[in-house]
């Protein structure tokens, strides 16, 4: 027996909403691809990485990366255009992640006299990453 056919103005049947915790697994797993397709950037421009993922006093630094007497703590930002993963990075998390890059230090003071920046590495689609280096101001240092 042949399906029912819906005339061209008939309304679609109301589909489920993802599963919340699919949804969270699923951007989860493409944040930490994107960690580490900018991690593989940054490798291939002669950094090493020193920490990953590094979270301490409400803050988190994606990753943390050294070339040469340059240290470089750097936000990863994934999301499908370019311009919007650049307008992802706010006051509120400039700050937390200040206060994170100042915990690393504390825990790590043989680092402290070399140069510090704060980078961003942006993902969008299916582009290379771009690398900002000196994004933002490291508050308080």
Do not use: C
């Not at 679609?12 to 699923?26: G, I």
């Not at 493409?30 to 900018?38: I, K, V, Y």
């Not at 340059?70 to 990075?89: D, G, N, S």
């Amino acid at each position: 027996m042949p399906a029912p056919s819906r005339s061209p103005g008939a309304a679609m049947p109301n589909r489920k909403l993802a599963d919340p915790e699919a949804r969270r697994r699923a951007t989860y797993g493409h944040g930490r691809r994107s960690e580490w397709l900018a991690l593989a950037a940054l490798m291939l421009k002669g950094y090493r990485p020193l920490a990953l993922r590094f979270a301490a006093s409400g803050g988190e630094i994606d990753l943390i990366v050294r070339r040469g007497s340059t240290i470089a703590f750097v936000e990863v930002k994934a999301r499908p255009t370019l311009i919007a993963a650049q307008e992802a990075i706010g006051a509120v998390k400039r700050r937390r992640f200040s206060r994170a890059v100042r915990a690393w230090l504390g825990r790590n003071p043989a680092h402290a006299g070399l140069t510090l920046r704060a980078d961003a590495v942006f993902v969008a689609g299916r582009t290379w990453p771009v690398h900002l280096t000196d994004a933002f101001p490291i508050e308080d240092l």
